[in-house]
């Protein structure tokens, strides 16, 4: 029999709602963890109160009172990262397992290896599943944010590991954590993504959050410079705009056809202060790009009442 792995794991579980497959998930998950490591506790996510999620968890600890399940009940207004990030903040593991979803298409040993691979001196190991299975919106997501990103790709991830360096680096910084993916690919960590192939069966159901698309837009915002890039373009050209405008004036004032008495003179003081306008904004543009590199919000979450099961 093999030696049980000394590192404590925290697993954090984001549980939807309409989730049909907790228990199966969370079996598999117990039988993994327990099969190969001394320590570990289970800590169980929601952004509902529903009874229906504590119930199926309670039915699952009934026979196995020695495990250590938590769940955290976030308002429901709260979005995945929310509720993973209040998983995390509660988690005391050396590596913490990351599951956006009970949804499994995979070989329950994964889960190990990609603990094994993290013991090669990567703080952050995702498991990866085929591309071309991922939905389209997001294919075309991460292909706009790595292009003009400047940290390493990122891809779907089922799901992944952090070692407790990559959590204590990510608390460092005392910001709310918009996109963890993200994050954590321009901390300066190392990072390996680990692509497994899928099983014929798959069971649970996918991540389906309704603040995706403003975490979409955050992400590209915070962690790329196509917002900046696209404004200063705009300003910039603008800002020609105007410069033609002004020079036009000119030439128009001097030419042998004299336009109205007065136009010239309010032609070109429009000209020179939208001109002055949009090459201000210019500046500014960069410099709240800048500080949106250097300063997040702070974290904010809402717990309703955190369970020992």
């Known amino acids: 029999m093999n030696e049980k792995e000394n590192n404590f794991i925290s697993a954090v579980i984001n549980i939807q709602p309409n989730e049909t497959n907790i228990i199966p998930f969370m079996e598999m998950l117990y039988t993994l963890l327990e099969k190969h490591f001394k320590k570990y506790e289970l800590i169980c996510v929601s952004n509902s109160s529903s009874s229906y999620i504590e119930e199926q968890l309670k039915k699952f600890k009934s026979s196995r009172s020695q495990i250590n399940v938590s769940l955290i009940c976030l308002d429901n207004r709260q979005g995945l990262e929310e509720c993973m990030n209040a998983g995390i903040d509660l988690s005391i593991g050396d590596f913490i397992f990351e599951f956006d979803s009970c949804y499994i298409d995979y070989e329950p040993q994964l889960i190990f290896d990609i603990y094994k691979k993290a013991l090669d001196g990567y703080d952050i190991v995702s498991a990866v599943p085929p591309q071309k299975k991922s939905r389209l919106s997001s294919r075309l997501f991460y292909k706009i944010y790595n292009h003009f990103s400047d940290t390493k790709a990122i891809m779907t991830e ?8 990559a959590v204590n680096r990510v608390s460092g910084y005392n910001i709310m954590v918009p996109y963890r993916k993200a994050l954590y690919v321009s901390i300066g960590l190392e990072t390996f993504n680990m692509l497994y192939k899928t099983i014929d069966t798959p069971s ?11 975490v979409a837009l955050d992400s590209l915002i915070l962690f790329t410079d196509i917002a900046s890039k696209i404004s200063l373009a705009l300003s910039s050209l603008m ?40 090459l201000l904004m210019t500046v500014l543009i960069k410099y709240m790009d800048l500080l949106l590199k250097l300063v997040f919000k702070k974290q904010k979450y809402m717990v309703v009442n955190i369970s020992k099961l």
């Open 204 to 214: 649970g159901i996918l991540p389906n959050d309704v603040h995706k698309n403003h």
């Open 158 to 165: 089922r799901f992944r590991i952090i070692s407790r360096r």
């Open 239 to 278: 800002a020609i705009f105007m410069l033609g405008t002004g020079l036009y004036t000119v030439i128009v004032y001097f030419s042998t056809h004299k336009p109205v008495e007065g136009w010239a003179p309010l032609m070109g003081l429009i000209s020179a202060g939208f001109l002055a306008f949009f």
